[in-house]
């Protein structure tokens, strides 16, 4: 029985294509995406304190979307794969905000039927 001692370089890749090594990002480039979702979460935080009307529902998820993006294609290292995986990835976000935010409107749609008071009381 013999064992095989051969050495590969650092630069050879695995049979399913994959570097034998991580993809390493500069520090600076993810300390620059942190301060972007830093500011878009006190986007978040501030677009409650303005009356939209409706719009409220779609700016805060078109914000959350935007910031996941940015975690995947980041943090995630999307931004580096095979470009196919990044627009399968985004284009579900914006479906499931899309299909949040028709629930939520449509939930509007019942609002003139409910009886006020009518709910039972929360912490009994």
Not at 80 to 101: C, H, Q, R, T, Y
Not at 103 to 121: F, K
């Amino acid at each position: 029985m013999s064992q095989d001692t051969t050495t590969r370089p650092a630069d050879a890749s695995h049979a399913d294509g994959h570097a034998a090594l991580g993809h390493v990002v500069p520090v600076p480039l993810l300390f620059g995406v942190l301060g972007i979702l830093l500011v878009l979460t006190f986007a978040t935080v501030a677009i409650t304190w303005f009356d939209l009307g409706s719009l409220n529902l779609v700016a805060a998820l078109g914000i959350a979307v935007v910031k996941a993006t940015f975690v995947l294609l980041y943090f995630m290292h999307l931004r580096w794969d095979k470009p196919f995986n990044a627009v399968v990835i985004v284009s579900s976000l914006v479906l499931v905000m899309l299909f949040v935010g028709f629930a939520m409107i449509d939930s509007i749609a019942y609002q003139p039927d409910v009886i006020p008071g009518y709910s039972p009381a929360m912490g009994q």
